[in-house]
């Protein structure tokens, strides 16, 4: 079984109000991308894919005049996907859902949201994604109200043969300082997000605990806008948000190995900054004339499904010479978004 994440940027301005694809020459979201050319890259792009399943982010938007289901479902039908069906978990308001598109013959998925809802006053126990996490960020003593803009996607999977395991789709709130003027102002709000940024991976955290401790075979995966070594803002904290879930944070330096989470990538990284790095997204900054990688995206598992022969793959194509030596799919990848897909190949 193949399982990918792929954030596609815009995704959301690919459609009009009734989910049909906006397939004509005007401006996409992306730079200098019209809209029909990134719906000609994605198709080619979700085509080589060809896999089971998709956790999308930045999916189509799901308000009162849009749904995400029948928007993802009519780019599947257009591309002639067999990962045709599309299912999503609690909406938000960022035109940036987070979903699954899948194949209803390999899998069948269902919303399935953990932990207790909350009111205001919130829970330090791993509440429900769409409610308010209690947890003291700036060591005050008094506990700050945590809140997911796009609240983690949380699926129950059963397979034909009856193997069922657990997926959590993941789009962290980014930590980039908007609205800040000064230089004092930058660092303020830098540090005040990346302190949100760490409890809403506490709070994914304490689930994959109960997760892994019941035993479910188990799945985290999106765009942690994060990793190891990525900003200096790590340096004060000491570690990333992308070690505490998985684990290997330095307070969980001692955590039981059945309690860790795996990504190969993630690891290379974690090796240290003057080692090779991989990357799974591409920004251009405009003031610098250049482009900047980053490694942003992860497929995380528990111990049980690395006994299942695990293939990760970024489809980064200056990374990867095969992808790279077929030029309509190398630059599909280029055009379809600023990130790059990410996938799993698992027996299962």
């Known amino acids: 079984m193949r399982i990918a994440t792929y954030n596609v940027e815009w995704f959301n301005s690919l459609f009009d109000d009734d989910g049909l694809l906006l397939d004509d020459g005007g401006w996409s979201g992306r730079r200098d991308v019209r809209r029909r050319d990134q719906i000609a890259a994605l198709g080619i792009v979700f085509t080589a894919l060809d896999a089971d399943a998709v956790m999308i982010i930045e999916a189509p938007d799901h308000n009162g005049q849009r749904a995400t289901v029948p928007a993802l479902q009519t780019f599947a039908k257009r591309m002639g996907l067999r990962a045709r ?3 999503v978990g609690f909406r938000n308001h960022t035109q940036q859902e987070i979903a699954l598109l899948y194949d209803p013959d390999a899998l069948t998925p269902r919303h399935d949201p953990q932990g207790a809802q909350t009111g205001k006053k919130g829970s330090s126990d791993a509440p429900r994604f769409d409610s308010v996490f209690r947890w003291d960020v700036d ?36 930590k980039a300082p908007h609205g800040a003027r000064t230089a004092d102002e930058i660092m303020r709000v830098s ?3 990346r302190r949100k940024q760490l409890a809403q991976c506490i709070w994914l955290r304490q689930r994959v605990v109960d997760h892994l401790r019941a035993g479910d075979p188990l799945i985290v995966l999106g765009d942690f806008n994060d990793g190891p070594g990525l900003d200096e803002y790590e340096k004060l904290f000491g570690h990333s948000g992308v070690e505490i879930v998985l684990g290997t944070a330095e307070e969980e330096e001692e955590e039981e190995e059945a309690l860790r989470l795996y990504d190969p990538h993630a690891r290379e990284a974690l090796q240290g900054r003057l080692c090779a790095q991989p990357a799974t997204a591409r920004f251009f900054i405009e003031r610098e004339m250049r482009y900047l990688s980053a490694l942003l995206d992860y497929v995380m598992i528990s111990p049980d499904l690395r006994e299942r022969a695990p293939r990760w793959r970024i489809w980064h194509p200056f990374d990867d010479p095969s992808l790279y030596a077929v030029p309509e799919l190398r630059d599909a990848l280029l055009t379809a978004s600023d990130h790059f897909p990410v996938t799993l190949d698992l027996a299962l």
């Open 85 to 87: 069906r599309a299912i």
């Open 139 to 174: 060591v005050d003593m008094a506990p700050e109200l945590i809140r997911f803009s796009k609240p983690p996607l949380e699926l129950a999977v059963e397979t034909p043969g009856g193997q069922r395991f657990r997926m959590i789709g993941v789009h962290v709130k980014s």
């Open 191 to 193: 540090i005040d997000n």
